[in-house]
């Protein structure tokens, strides 16, 4: 069965950097577009980067452009979310999933697979 692992969430100060990367297995890891999600305690889920399964298409939530980068290593079957400058407000769990044949879109229905999720901290 399909399985995405993360891994590298943690407790950071703010303006530290995190690398959280997610492990796939089970699919044809290079017809998945891939995405990062996260979510607050009392807030919707949402999609902070995202990469098509070319990899010629990237989305990046406007508050973490600049600060995060997504990339996809096909013969790892790994996905990657560098996150620099960290600040308190990406406080959250981190999601990553995979779309089928996906444009790197943000939008949480057009996954089919997720993981487990892994929490990232920053205090001030």
């Known amino acids: 069965q399909v399985q995405l692992v993360e891994s590298g969430g943690g407790l950071v100060q703010a303006g530290g950097s995190l690398r959280l990367s997610c492990a796939a297995s089970?699919?044809?890891?290079?017809?998945?577009?891939l995405g990062w999600f996260r979510q607050a305690p009392g807030k919707e889920r949402e999609c902070v980067a995202a990469?098509?399964?070319?990899?010629?298409?990237?989305y990046y939530l406007d508050f973490v452009k600049g600060r995060f980068t997504i990339s996809r290593d096909n013969g790892k079957n790994t996905v990657y979310l560098q996150m620099n400058s960290l600040k308190p407000e990406d406080t959250a769990v981190y999601y990553c999933?995979?779309?089928?044949?996906?444009?790197?879109?943000?939008?949480?229905?057009?996954?089919?697979?997720w993981g487990q999720g892994t929490q990232v901290t920053v205090s001030s």
């Open positions: 999933a995979a779309e089928f044949l996906g444009r790197g879109q943000n939008r949480v229905n057009a996954y089919n697979y």
């Open positions: 990469i098509s399964w070319s990899a010629g298409r990237t």
């Open positions: 089970g699919l044809t890891f290079s017809n998945y577009g």
